[in-house]
């Protein structure tokens, strides 16, 4: 004779389907959750900006100097002391393009008057960090630029500087 | 089965009947069944309380969202016929609209002033509907639908207004985005992945693009039917009364076909005209192409960001872009599930005294804004007077907590010393903050010139 003892504590056919439904219902939900994610993700061209650019040769740029790359959205900086520094120009405010200006050596936002100095570090508010900087790797003598990644930076540090 | 002598019914009498179902005769009874029989007109129901037709209860602003969303469709789709969503044919396709297409400017104009109305004219139906009670029970939900609504307008605005590609299009969703950027942790994810990138590009004029054609559209049409069901399903429009009316129970009946629906046929063409009027004279602004290197000074976002921008002027971003506007929008969804005593459902301004400390708090709102800006501009510097806190504080946190403090102070000083009831305070704190949004909405758009300094509007329209 079988007859179905259902012990106290323990799940039913009934219940162990709801939960088996349940869980495929979730896993659905969530790879489809996944592919609208991986989906809608950054799609970046090659050689444009998001690209690794090739400035030029290291004596093209003399030390003290700011050279801007529009295609590439950075100023390349090559400080007195010769070390090079690649900085994003887009605002760390809200993001409007930043000009250097030569005459005060600062680069001035026109969106809402944030200030920065040649290293990027912010002099007048209402940028809350400094400009974010591009990593500089220098290979047979050049320059170049990764823009893949905008890194992030509390404050100016002489280890951000790269040298030839 | 009888046969019948005379001749059988045209062709096209037989389409017509089998298209309306039944022949209209003009009675009662016909006008009833008229109102069930058609599609749209069933959105209503067959017959309505007349106390519910007053003009000045509802001003008709709900009918009229909806009269506007149906003009964005039928232009919008016009336009699309028309525009490229490609970095260097986009504009091209803006000034070929405007140009060499017949009646493409028109088109153009009105998409845009329609989308810009859209924004007002929902605002302002959310304000009939908060000051005359009608988001409580059992309409709260439709209270939280009409809330989705309301954020997916401004979203379908937002989307729209990167399309032209032009330098006001790109800098203000540059600055737009920005904001985005400030939401914690996964700030900058969410406006990498509506950017498509760091910085706007090709990828995301085709996100907006697939935002602003197929998924917004079909969001709003999917929660306008939720919306115009729950309304019907909730027992109809809330009924109108005076200050001292008792709440009515019984109300006598008109049918919809006519009653309702020819003064709802004489605003449509009111306002329609209006707007193709409108259209004819003043064109939807074209700035020249986007140019990535050049941001504008000053740059705003579209202008009803402007009164979150202005907020960014004096808190710092995450409070002042993100934990504001959370704050309220939250407050404002909570609303009906938390406003206490309201038996003033119907009654616009709650009560004689609702009235008068609605008009009271609409004055201490203007002064305390332009006063708040005036004073923060030019002597208030609190990292300064703090200078060992970070500014998320300094400049955050603690003007937010003297902010809310401020409001809960304000909220018990109507309690006590105008005697209010709870839902009339909270009426009060609500206009106090609403004046003070359309004070820096009104500061951010016509008083701030290059490098957001303070001027006067002449000055600002110079530059
Ligand atoms: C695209 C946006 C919207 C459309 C097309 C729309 C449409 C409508 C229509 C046609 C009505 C019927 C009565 C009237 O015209 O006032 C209505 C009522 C209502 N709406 Fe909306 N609405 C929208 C947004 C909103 C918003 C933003 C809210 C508030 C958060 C809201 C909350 C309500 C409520 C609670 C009612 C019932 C009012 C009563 O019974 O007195 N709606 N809406
Ligand atoms: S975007 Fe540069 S200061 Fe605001």
Redesign the pocket.
Known sequence: MTTQVSQPGAVSRREFLKLGWGLLAGVAALEGGLAAVQFSLPRVAAGEFGGVFTCGPVEAFPPGSVTPFNEGRFYLLRLDDGGFLALYRRCTHLGCAVPWDPTTNQFVCPCHASAFDQTGQVLNPPAPRPLDRFAVAIQDGQVRVDTSRPLEREQFDPSQLVYA | MSESTSAPDPFWKKLWRSAVREPYTGDRRSRLRLVMNNLILHLHPAQVPVRTLRFTY?W????L??LL?VLLAVTGAMLMFVYTPAPDQAYQSILALNTQVWYGQLVRNLHHWAGNALVVV?AL??L??FF?G??REP?AF??LI??A??LL?VVANFTGYLLPWDQLAYWGITVGAGILAYVPVVGNWLSQVLLGGPEIGPATLLNFYGLHLSVIPIA?LFL?SL??WR?RK?GG??VPRGVDEAPVLKDENVTTFSDLVRPEAVWATVTLTALVLWSMFVNAPLEPLANPDLSPNPAKAAWYFLGIQELLLHFHPLIGAIVIPGLALAALAALPYLSGDMDSVGVYFRSRRGRWLAAFSAAAGALLTVGYVLVDEFYLDLPALLPSLPTLLSNGVVPLAALLLGLIGYHGAMRRFFRATRCEATLSVFVLVLTGFIGLTLIGIFFRGPGMALLWPWEVAGH
């Open positions: 509802s008709g602003l709900g009918g969202s909806a969303v929902v139906h959310l009939r509907v005359t009608a988001f309409r439709n209270w009409g809330l609504l309301l307008t709003m306008m919306h115009f309304v909730d429009l809330s």
